[in-house]
């Protein structure tokens, strides 16, 4: 089974500017989390979504959104960007909801300049 | 709320030395917890977990309900086990980690 693959995997934006994150899980995960990484805070939750739904929210501000179609892929969406949203994007999957193993993609690395 | 605390972000031990890696977690409930590794250039990947009780690639780790931690220990330490270790708790919300611990193992 293919893992979880996530593109782009490098990106350079500028203050202001919007990005949009995408998210395949392995085939047949329905639920699909994303979390912030960076070297202070380490791995924050931002959102999970099941079954098209989003099941539940990180404590992050409104710029950040996402959603999730019919074929579990997600995409994630950081409007407005500012430099502390550099970071590492990771998204990951599970087969169902509220289980806590995860399989992680390699990440998409956000800078923001 | 949930928290998980690491309380060392770097631990270096000699290769053949036990290693003990800390953690401590906040919860009310009853929760599921577990460990996770990055190697160097690879992607996070699930280590153990306390419900299934086994041992991966030498390392355990018990559920102390008591003082509240989930310490992931091996008795002697290899070189590849040189890698970021977040431990991670799952309990009414999604899954909360740790802000991980460095181990470098020295040859």
């Known amino acids: 089974k293919a893992g979880v693959t996530q593109t782009p995997r490098y990106l350079i934006k500028t203050r202001g500017q919007q990005v949009t994150l995408s998210c395949s899980p392995i085939s047949g995960h329905r639920s699909v989390s994303w979390y912030q990484q960076t070297p202070g805070q380490g791995l924050q939750f931002l959102f999970e979504?099941?079954?098209?739904?989003?099941?539940n929210k990180g404590n992050f501000p409104g710029r950040f959104s996402g959603r999730q179609f019919s074929n579990s892929r997600s995409e994630m969406n950081v409007s407005t960007l500012e430099l502390g949203d550099s970071a590492l994007y990771l998204c990951a999957s599970s087969p169902g909801q509220g289980i806590g193993e995860l399989f992680f993609g390699e990440g998409s690395r956000l800078t923001v300049l | 709320a949930q928290r998980v605390t690491q309380p060392e972000k770097l631990l270096s031990v000699f290769k053949g030395a036990p290693v003990e890696l800390k953690c401590n977690y906040s919860y009310s409930g009853s929760p599921e917890l577990f460990w996770y590794v990055q190697y160097s250039r690879q992607r996070l990947q699930l280590l153990l977990r306390?419900?299934s009780r086994e041992s991966i690639k030498g390392f355990t780790a018990d559920l102390n309900k008591g003082e509240t931690s989930f310490h992931l220990k091996k008795p002697f330490a290899q070189e590849e086990d040189s890698a970021m270790y977040y431990c991670a708790l799952l309990g009414n919300t999604p899954l909360v980690f740790g802000k991980g611990t460095r181990l470098s193992v020295i040859a």
């Open positions: 306390h419900i």
């Open positions: 979504y099941f079954s098209e739904t989003q099941r």
